[in-house]
Structure formats: C-alpha cells, structure tokens
C-alpha cells in the first residue's frame, strides 16, 4: 500500500515539473512569436519623428512614408536614409551627392516618376531633383553664405515690409556703353599715314635695286606700319589706306556728305564688350536732336596708364556737315548679349566678396543664396550660376531681410 502511494507521488510529482517545462517552453515560444509578429513602422524622411504602423502619406508634407528597417541581431547597425541621418530638410551638397540614383525621390514626390538620374553638384547646391528640377524641400547647408541663414515671414510680416519678388526669367540683354567722345583732329596720325603710304611706294620702286637698299626700305615700310599701329589702326583700315594711295583728310577736316572720325575712350573693364562692327550712335544736344549712327572700326592697342581706357575709333556719318573736329558728343555703343538668364540689380547684394540673393520658397520662406553674376545690362544682371529660371527673387524689401537674415545666423551660431 504504501509503495502504490509512493509510485502515485512521484508519478504527480513527475506531471507537475513537465507541464511547468512545457509551459516555460510555450512562453519562450511566444515571445519570439511576439518578436517576429511586430508591426512594421513607417516614418517620413523629411519628418523623422512623425511614424505610423501602416503605409501612406507623411499629414504634415504628405510625402510617401518609408519603411523603417529592423536591424537583424549581431549585424551592425545600417547606413540611416540621408533624410534621417542630417535630420528634417538639413543636407550637405557631399550628402546629396552621395545619393544613389532612386533615392532622391524618398525626398519628394517627382513628377517624372521615380527619379533615376544621378545628383548633379548644380542640382544639389541648389537643392533641386536632377530628374524633374523641383524644390526637394531641403536646406543645402553648406550652399548657404556663410553669416546667412534662412528667415520664415508670415504674409502679414512680408505685407508690411513691402516684399516684393519677380522671376528669373531669359532676356534678350544689350550691354550700352556710355561715354563722352570727340569727333577726331589728328595731325599725328595724317602725318604717319603719309610717311607709310611713302614707305610703300619707296618699296615697289627698289624692287629692281640692290637687295640691300631693298631691306632697308622694307624695314622703313615694317616701322611705319607699326607706328600706324600704335596709334590705333588695325589691318583692315591700313590695306583702305593703301588701296585709296593717299592719307585720310576727315582727320584734319569734315565735309558736309562726306564722314568723320569719333574717338571714344571705353574704360578697360568694359572693353570685353567691345568688338569691331558694333554699331555706335552719338548725339550733339546743342546742335540737333537727332542720332548719328556710326560702326565701330578700330580698337587701340595699349591702354592709357592715366585714366585706364582705350581709345575706339568709329566711322560716322556726317551728312549735314554739322560734326566738326575737335567737338565732344555723347556716345553710345551698344553690344548686344544674346538671351541670358538675367536678374534685376535690386535683387543683388554685393558684399565685397560674393553676391547674394533671396529666393522666395514655399510657406513664407527665404533663402540666402549665392549667385555668378555676368554683365549688367540695362538694369539686369546676366546670372551665370545659382539660380534657374522662374524661381523668385525679391526685389523690394530685401534690406530687411538680409538684416533678419545675418542676425538669425548669427543667433543661432551659423557658420
């Protein structure tokens, strides 16, 4: 009897611990269940710290939500998505650039589908999808001027400043030139075509001379024409010369019908608008009203030590025989550009080491961006990087905002 209690104890004893091993043995099972049942999170990678536990739209940008990866045990953490690793719309052009192509489209929604170009430095400065050329939404950090940073206004803020923007739009530009000229008196310059026309001569007639008198006044033909040179004939007005066989008279007098010389000094930083053939219009507000046309003929050579600029010599018409050696006259030349993506001058701040403009973006934003500047012209300036066409720049109240701008920078320790 006693040994069937025992044999009934222990047979108890023995259910007892295996349905505990068995229940410890469904918890462990259950737990890695729970593991591997977890829900995926979704976050939106221009707002980190908004996630969901199903897919759809970010509410605050309405960007497509992208799926947070789990790291696997004992494997090194990944790479983090660019949106989430510099945080919400702070880049660097190096981490857009790092971008491989399809990613870019986890920053916005491109327009052209998914976006398969790769990041161009351009593009990435600017903050733009290579594919499609919209705004990512992002602020390029290290493509802000140093000492700038970008200012949020309300549109009751930007009313009472008086904020006003236009595009950046292509122009068709024509770089004026302006400067006080004088119709030409040049004695010197008649007396040495006379010596070279001379020289020539000297030259056919000792073509059946000795070959040293030939040299020689081969040489005394080589010093004329240099001389010619210097003072600021070219080649195609010296064969004229030569084919007409006597020197110039327009440059002693004028004749009514005939023409007559402008000499106009064009500061050196202008002359790179200045080529032979542009066309050129003077006007004598004492004399007449009327524009007198003229082309440009020749560009000197040297430029004046004194006042840094070189004489342009144009052919004009003087059919009333009211220009007269010796008489200044306003004169305009004119060179025409091309279409070019231009700017208004007001829109530029140019602070001795860059230029800056503020380009209006979405929600009441502004920001500093620096630009290459090419020619002026006309009130506009031609815009060779920084900007593309149809992004807005201010015009009116800029002042206020590079002020607000710099001083934000400066409180938040921008570099």
């Given at each position: 009897m006693?040994?069937?209690?025992?044999?009934?104890?222990?047979?108890?004893?023995?259910?007892?611990?295996?349905?505990?091993?068995?229940?410890?043995?469904?918890?462990?099972?259950s737990i890695h269940a729970g593991n591997h049942a977890e829900k995926a999170v979704y976050y939106c990678p221009m707002h980190p710290n908004y996630t969901s536990d199903r897919p759809g739209n970010c509410p605050i940008c309405n960007m497509t939500l992208v799926k947070r990866e789990t790291a696997k045990p004992g494997a090194a953490s990944s790479m983090a998505m660019p949106g989430q690793a510099a945080g919400p719309k702070a880049f660097t052009v190096a981490e857009l650039m790092a971008m491989k192509p399809?990613?870019?489209?986890?920053?916005?929604?491109?327009?052209?589908?998914?976006?398969?170009?790769?990041?161009?430095?351009?593009?990435?400065?600017?903050?733009?999808?290579?594919?499609?050329?919209?705004?990512l939404g992002v602020i390029v950090r290290d493509a802000l001027p140093q000492?700038?940073?970008?200012?949020?206004?309300?549109?009751?803020?930007?009313?009472?400043?008086?904020?006003?923007?236009?595009?950046?739009?292509?122009?068709?530009?024509?770089?004026?030139?302006?400067?006080?000229?004088?119709?030409?008196?040049?004695?010197?310059?008649?007396?040495?075509?006379?010596?070279?026309?001379?020289?020539?001569?000297a030259l056919k007639k000792a073509a059946a001379a000795d070959p040293e008198i030939q040299a020689q006044a081969a040489k005394l033909v080589d010093s004329s024409r240099i001389k010619l040179r210097l003072l600021g004939l070219n080649d195609a007005i010296v064969e004229e010369l030569e084919k007409s066989?006597?020197?110039?008279?327009?440059?002693?007098?004028?004749?009514?019908?005939?023409?007559?010389?402008?000499?106009?000094?064009?500061?050196?930083?202008?002359?790179?608008?200045?080529?032979?053939?542009?066309?050129?219009?003077?006007?004598?507000?004492?004399?007449?009203?009327?524009?007198?046309p003229g082309v440009v003929r020749s560009i000197?050579?040297?430029?004046?030590?004194?006042t840094r600029s070189v004489r342009v010599r144009a052919r004009l018409e003087n059919p009333d025989g009211v220009l007269k050696p010796e008489m200044y006259v306003n004169a305009m030349l004119t060179s025409d550009l091309g279409e070019k993506l231009a700017v208004?001058?007001?829109?530029?701040?140019?602070?001795?080491?860059?230029?800056?403009?503020?380009?209006?973006?979405?929600?009441?934003?502004?920001?500093?961006?620096?630009?290459?500047?090419?020619?002026?012209?006309?009130?506009?300036?031609?815009?060779?990087?920084?900007?593309?066409?149809?992004?807005?720049?201010?015009?009116?109240?800029?002042?206020?905002?590079?002020?607000?701008?710099?001083?934000?920078?400066?409180?938040?320790?921008?570099?």
């Open positions: 006693i040994k069937i209690k025992r044999l009934l104890f222990l047979g108890t004893l023995a259910v007892v611990v295996s349905g505990a091993m068995a229940l410890r043995s469904l918890g462990h099972l399809g990613e870019i489209c986890l920053l916005h929604k491109c327009k052209m589908g998914t976006c398969m170009m790769a990041m161009t430095p351009e593009f990435a400065r600017l903050g733009k999808c290579p594919m499609c050329g919209e705004d000492g700038y940073a970008p200012v949020q206004l309300n549109d009751g803020k930007q009313q009472a400043i008086g904020i006003k923007t236009v595009p950046v739009q292509k122009r068709a530009l024509v770089k004026t030139i302006r400067a006080s000229g004088r119709i030409a008196y040049d004695p010197e310059l008649y007396q040495a075509e006379e010596e070279y026309l001379q020289a020539a001569e066989g006597k020197p110039d008279r327009s440059l002693l007098y004028s004749d009514a019908g005939g023409t007559v010389w402008l000499y106009v000094p064009v500061y050196e930083y202008e002359m790179p608008f200045v080529r032979v053939g542009n066309p050129v219009a003077v006007d004598v507000p004492a004399i007449t009203d009327k524009k007198i000197g050579s040297v430029v004046d030590p004194v208004p001058e007001e829109a530029v701040f140019a602070t001795g080491e860059k230029n800056i403009v503020f380009v209006s973006k979405e929600e009441g934003s502004f920001e500093p961006r620096t630009v290459v500047l090419g020619a002026k012209a006309d009130g506009f300036y031609e815009v060779q990087s920084g900007l593309q066409e149809n992004e807005a720049v201010v015009t009116s109240g800029n002042f206020l905002i590079d002020s607000e701008s710099r001083l934000k920078a400066t409180l938040e320790g921008a570099r």
